[in-house]
């Protein structure tokens, strides 16, 4: 039996997209965690400059240790852009997971908490 086959929704745009619009709200205008990633990933390139830029300098020149600042300071700025990309790809999935999760039949968001209950 030939059955029609069905065809995928297509994707709504994110500023569409109801799921999407909850996670921009739940993150109060703080940036995405792909922001986050093209951040570091920027500093990162800088960071590499940097270093090739202190490996070229011989062992006794004066810029050293300015660039040897300058390289710690950037490699602390790239741990730090990667925590708030984590941070913020884990409140994402976890927005995004709490949005697909079956809810009991009947269920709104209205009727929580009015049991009387202390959650």
């Known amino acids: 039996m030939n059955r029609p086959r069905k065809t995928?929704?297509?994707a709504l745009p994110p500023a569409l997209d109801p799921n999407?619009?909850?996670v921009d709200d739940f993150l109060e205008g703080a940036p995405r965690a792909d922001t986050w990633r093209d951040l570091r990933e920027t500093l990162a390139a800088r960071l590499a400059d940097?270093?090739?830029d202190?490996?070229?300098l011989p062992a006794?020149?004066?810029r050293r240790a300015e660039r040897e600042k300058r390289?710690?300071?950037l490699r602390?700025?790239?741990a730090a852009l990667a925590r708030e990309e984590a941070v913020t790809q884990f409140v994402e999935e976890s927005v995004r997971a709490s949005l697909s999760r079956p809810r009991p039949f009947g269920a709104s968001d209205d009727d929580e908490g009015d049991d009387g209950?202390?959650?």
């Open 8 to 10: 995928a929704e297509p």
């Open 20 to 22: 999407e619009q909850a």
């Open 50 to 52: 940097a270093r090739s």
């Open 54 to 56: 202190l490996e070229a």
């Open 60 to 62: 006794d020149d004066p």
């Open 71 to 73: 390289v710690r300071e």
């Open 76 to 78: 602390e700025q790239v």
């Open 117 to 119: 209950g202390p959650y």
